[in-house]
T-cell receptor, first 114, second 118 residues
Framework: AQKVTQAQTEISVVEKEDVTLDCVYE???????LFWYKQPPSGELVFLIR??????QNEISGRYSWNFQKSTSSFNFTITASQVVDSAVYFC???????????FGKGTMLLVSP | KAGVTQTPRYLIKTRGQQVTLSCSPI?????VSWYQQTPGQGLQFLFE???????NKGNFPGRFSGRQFSNSRSEMNVSTLELGDSALYLC?????????????????FGPGTRLLVL
């Protein structure tokens, strides 16, 4: 069975601070895919980034960066210079090769205050 | 390109009634999945459709059903509504379903339908 754990229930930061959201996953599959989604108050899940298990290169996309560590089964997500518009619930999700079903963590609510 | 659309956005029903929710995927996407989101259980997979066939079903009672049409649009139906069915129902689409040995496609979500059962 797959499992995704987001230990941080809620994080509060002040605008322009950097913030890292933690995600730890469990899977027995050798090929899997990890995702981060953002859910603003409107409800829609917005795709942010993805990482394939066979590619450990960490990347930066604008203010977003991610740290994928297979050895510790972690897929952490960092927002640099946070903005008020970043306030939302962030979900880490996992699926395996051959399946479409996403297993989600419980989410981390990020509140960025001005 | 237009995103995933879901109708209606909001629904209020009473116990025992049935409801049908609709999802139109992104143009060209042929795989549609449904998820239920509640404060207690979080995001849970309901079912997945591809080529008008249900590929996977989550752990939900038979009151929850769905279908997909030849244009990839999908509907889900909940019969004999219970109070616990109150939730945000999210639809996601992708180009194709997960296939072993082939790079997984990303799922893109719609705005959801908020269902309140009284």
């Amino acid at each position: 069975a797959q499992k995704v754990t987001q230990a941080q229930t809620e994080i509060s930061v002040v605008e322009k601070e950097d913030v890292t959201l933690d995600c730890v996953y469990e899977t027995r599959d050798t090929t899997y895919y990890l995702f981060w989604y953002k859910q603003p108050p409107s409800g829609e899940l917005v795709f942010l980034i993805r990482r394939n298990s066979f590619d450990e290169q960490n990347e930066i996309s604008g203010r977003y960066s991610w740290n994928f560590q297979k050895s510790t089964s972690s897929f952490n997500f960092t927002i640099t210079a946070s903005q008020v518009v970043d306030s939302a619930v962030y979900f880490c999700a996992l699926t395996s090769s051959g399946y479409s079903t996403l297993t989600f963590g419980k989410g981390t609510m990020l509140l960025v205050s001005p | 390109k237009a995103g995933v659309t879901q109708t209606p956005r909001y629904l209020i029903k009473t116990r025992g009634q049935q409801v049908t929710l609709s999802c139109s995927p992104i143009s060209g996407h042929r795989s549609v999945s449904w998820y239920q989101q509640t404060p207690g259980q979080g995001l849970q997979f309901l079912f997945e459709y591809f080529s008008e066939t249900q590929r996977n079903k989550g752990n939900f009672p038979g009151r929850f059903s769905g279908r997909q049409f030849s244009n990839s649009r999908s509907e889900m139906n909940v019969s004999t509504l219970e109070l616990g069915d109150s939730a945000l129902y999210l639809c996601a689409s992708s180009l194709s379903p997960g296939t072993s040995g082939i790079l997984q496609e990303t799922q893109y979500f719609g705005p959801g339908t908020r269902l309140l059962v009284l």
